[in-house]
């Protein structure tokens, strides 16, 4: 089994920046996929942002540019540097580790970009 935990969660205004966190523990594997996804009541979970072993990006077009994923250099821990925030990116993140065609899943953590 993998445990993800998120931090960094918050309130921030338009423009402002924030910075989530998870950390995964249990039983990872190399090769491993790490990333975000958010979601807001009533719609779907969206991807926002993946990561691979081998440190391979991918983003949504609406938030490339603005919004970084990296991970720590033992692996098992994803952040993602959001900047330029807009109220559109409020939802809630989630945070997965994907191994062996399984998607793991953290609590999520709330992001509201409010003035």
């Known amino acids: 089994q993998v445990q993800l935990v998120e931090s960094g969660g918050g309130l921030v205004q338009p423009g402002g920046s924030l910075r989530l966190s998870c950390a995964a523990s249990g039983s990872i594997w190399s090769g491993n996929v790490m990333g975000w996804y958010r979601q807001v009541p009533g719609k779907q979970r969206d991807l926002v942002a993946t990561?691979?072993?081998?440190?391979?990006?991918n983003y949504a077009d609406s938030v490339k540019g603005r919004f970084t994923i990296s991970r720590g250099n033992a692996g098992n821990t994803v952040y993602l540097q959001m900047s330029s925030l807009k109220p559109e990116d409020t939802a809630v993140y989630y945070c997965t580790l994907v191994q062996a065609a399984t998607h793991y899943w953290g609590q999520g953590t709330q992001v509201t970009v409010s003035a």
């Open positions: 990561i691979t072993s081998g440190h391979s990006t």
